[in-house]
């Protein structure tokens, strides 16, 4: 019969000890081996008459040792959860273990340290203060949304003149050193080029006042030092840019201007949802909202960190350092040990703050529901779409792509563990006095650097 014991070493470390007998594990191993020697292909014997004796003798090591090692995990895992261990981390080979002979050996013993959660307290009062940032909405910022936008709906117009950026389409052709076309050089009849990205300034002027039919003589290599872009103009590729390390001739055929929406309701339209916005005044409204519902994000996230740090630091909580240490780095074998004790710190810091999170989840019965983890997929796909310039979708379509994000297990339980997270805050919030301070923009983004 197996045995499995525990060793208390301190009130946070301790050591279990299991036994595993013949009869423990001879059956098993029988029956994989039988397996073993009904499939075995064996030159010499028919399939499924292979004598079990040279089964055994071929396989019955490596039988023994597979399942021997699954009766540890199984038995491991039973009593962890039978006798209700609350343990951090897993369990690790004590270093005093003898080394296991399989050849030899009837009878297996093993040693696992494992380590305990501490018990602690959470003590919160309104004397203790967390700040949560508000942050003000400036006429600058509106400014420059408003810009943004005004560009994103713009577009290229057909002018007669070049006068600083524009975009000029033409014939280009090669030149030789006596300044005509080159027999069999290159010619691309579509070029286009930015004057805006012309760096070298003589080479700009060459382009300036100059209207549809003329012609400019110019070197790409030095008006453009990216072999991207002057093989893009000479329609050739990348690795042949040194090509263009000479004068080429531009018969300009079309000059394009790009020109910002005009401020108008179709412009109001394109932004918002029809209809939302009527006026400059609301269009700015509109934008202050909206600027203030996705700060209300980033002042929710910087609560939460100053909330646990607040909190972390004034739990004592005792943890069995020694070990964590010693889980991590077997658990990490691709990080070096310096890189590891470097982290450890912080480590320990998420550890405590998950094992409060356990705390209040369990204290208070938290729970998260169906109506929670849509909400909160609805409101994360509501950002996808904005990264996007998509500022209105509507529900159902919101709904459903929500619904989709939360059929990919990886992310449901993301947003499930952000959920509790957010209910621990919350009701950590109170517990504590909350202290709202008004920054600016550049204020709370100094903290975050910070």
Do not use: C
């Not at 609560?303 to 972390?312: C, E, G, L, Q, S």
């Not at 019965?365 to 509501?382: C, F, P, Q, Y």
Request: proline content about 3%.
């Amino acid at each position: 019969m197996m045995n499995v014991s525990k060793e208390m070493i301190n009130e946070q470390n301790a050591v279990l000890k299991l036994v595993i007998e013949k009869n423990d594990y001879e059956e098993r191993v029988n029956k994989v081996l039988k397996d073993y020697k009904r499939k075995a292909n064996v030159p010499g014997f028919r399939p499924g008459m292979v004598p079990f004796g040279m089964v055994k003798k071929m396989y019955g090591t490596a039988v023994l040792v597979d399942e021997i090692n699954k009766m540890v995990s199984e038995q491991l895992s039973s009593y962890i959860y039978d006798e209700k261990l609350n343990i951090l981390g897993e369990p690790l080979p004590n270093k005093e273990m003898k080394t296991v002979d399989f050849e030899k050996d009837e009878v297996f013993e093993f040693l696992f340290d494992v380590a305990f959660a501490p018990e602690f307290e959470v003590k919160l009062s309104k004397k203790d203060k967390v700040p949560y940032y508000k942050i003000l909405v400036d006429n600058e910022t509106i400014d420059k949304h408003v810009e943004n936008y005004l560009k994103r709906f713009g577009g290229y117009e057909d002018v007669e003149v070049i006068e600083d950026k524009e975009l000029v389409k033409g014939t280009l052709v090669e030149l030789n050193e006596a300044g005509e076309i080159t027999e069999n050089g290159i010619v691309n009849d579509n070029a286009t080029l930015s004057i805006d990205l012309v760096k070298d300034a003589k080479q700009k002027k060459l382009f300036l006042a100059k209207k549809i039919g003329d012609e400019v003589i110019f070197n790409p290599s030095v008006a453009f030092p990216n072999d991207y872009e002057v093989a893009a103009i000479l329609g050739i590729k990348k690795e042949e840019a040194e090509k263009g390390n000479k004068n080429f001739k531009l018969k300009i055929t079309e000059i394009k201007k790009f020109v910002d929406s005009e401020i108008n309701q179709d412009f109001f339209d394109k932004v918002f949802d029809a209809g939302t916005v009527t006026s400059i005044e609301e269009f700015r409204t509109k934008i202050s909202e909206d600027i203030q519902s996705n700060f209300a994000f980033d002042s929710e996230y910087k609560f939460m960190i100053d909330t646990r740090d607040k909190v972390v630091e004034k739990t004592e909580m005792p943890l069995p350092e020694e070990f964590l240490l010693r889980w991590v780095k077997t658990t990490n074998e691709k990080l070096s040990s310096e890189q590891i004790d470097k982290d450890f710190p912080m480590f320990l810091k998420d550890l405590k703050w998950q094992l409060i999170k356990e705390k209040f989840v369990k204290d208070l019965e938290l729970k998260v529901s169906e109506e929670d983890l849509l909400a909160h997929a609805k409101t994360i796909a509501s950002m996808q779409f904005k990264q996007y310039g998509i500022n209105f979708v509507p529900d159902e379509h919101l709904t459903k792509y929500a619904q989709d994000l939360l059929k990919k297990e990886d992310d449901r339980r993301k947003y499930a563990e952000k959920k509790f997270e957010d209910k621990v805050v919350e009701a950590i919030k109170e517990q504590i006095k909350v202290d709202e301070k008004e920054v600016s923009i550049e204020e709370f983004n100094k903290m975050f650097e910070a």
